[in-house]
Nanobody
Framework: QVQLVESGGGLVQAGGSLRLSCTAS????????MGWFRQAPGMEREFVAV????????YYADSVKGRFTVSRDNAKNTVYLQMNSLKPEDTAVYYC??????????????????WGQGTQVTVSS
């Protein structure tokens, strides 16, 4: 069992930056593949980025590639999402998710076992 808590959301102007954090409980964080998803009002939850448990593999949605960076600090049980050059269409609730020893692309909602409560990101034009 792992509990996830996101933080770092807020209101930012277009072109600005935010860094989201997701801190996990438990002592086996290094074994979890961690994903970031987002959900805008009236839309399906969509994949944003993933960092595999081994740390050496990351993958991004095309819509954020080159602007967002996912990273992890296993010593702090934390995964980060650095978001630069934000656009109004990035406005959504952002969620982190975890899957123990997750393999493959890990881009589907159903690929993960644990979810955080979400943090709101609002980008104004």
């Amino acid at each position: 069992q792992v509990q996830l808590v996101e933080s770092g959301g807020g209101l930012v102007q277009a072109g600005g930056s935010l860094r989201l954090s997701c801190t996990a409980s438990g002592r086996t964080f290094s074994g979890y593949t961690m994903g970031w998803f987002r959900q805008a009002p009236g839309m399906e939850r969509e994949f944003v980025a993933v960092v595999r448990w081994s740390g050496g593999y990351t993958y991004y949605a095309d819509s954020v590639k080159g602007r967002f960076t996912v990273s992890r600090d296993n010593a702090k049980n934390t995964v980060y999402l650095q978001m630069n050059s934000l656009k109004p269409e990035d406005t959504a609730v952002y969620y982190c998710a975890a899957k123990y020893l997750g393999q493959g692309l890990m881009t589907g909602v159903n690929s993960y076992d644990y979810w955080g409560q979400g943090t709101q990101v609002t980008v104004s034009s």
